[in-house]
């Protein structure tokens, strides 16, 4: 499989300010960086806690709890980036952790 860039687009507060990009060679490594950015939120809420676990479901809450999250990934045949919305991204996430647990 060819790894696409892919462009991660988010806003995680209502405040247009906070809007943000994110860009990774594939999308393997786009769903990496919000797994990331989601166990960096953990550590943050427990600190004292070293070994932090979490459901995949827990993950959708946090992806859903964003204002706005949103892929561009690169289609080498159009030429073009194709956009994918939030429900895409936990499809992908769920199928990657699957892979990584298996």
Same mark, same amino acid.
């Given at each position: 499989m060819v790894p696409k860039h892919t462009i991660v687009l988010m806003q995680p507060s209502q405040n247009r300010a906070s809007r943000t990009f994110m860009d990774y060679e594939s999308v393997s490594q786009a769903i990496d960086g919000i797994c990331g950015l989601y166990e960096r939120k953990l550590k943050e809420l427990n600190p004292a806690i070293l070994n932090i676990t979490y459901? %995949?479901?827990?993950?959708?809450?946090?992806?859903?709890?964003?204002?706005?999250?949103? &892929?561009? %990934?690169?289609? =080498?045949? &159009?030429? &073009?980036?194709? =956009?994918?919305?939030?429900?895409?991204i936990k499809q992908r996430t769920f199928q990657h952790l699957k892979r990584m647990a298996g």
């Open positions: 459901d %995949v479901s827990d993950l959708y809450n946090f992806i859903d709890g964003l204002t706005d999250l949103s &892929a561009l %990934v690169y289609s =080498p045949n &159009a030429q &073009a980036y194709v =956009p994918y919305d939030r429900e895409w």
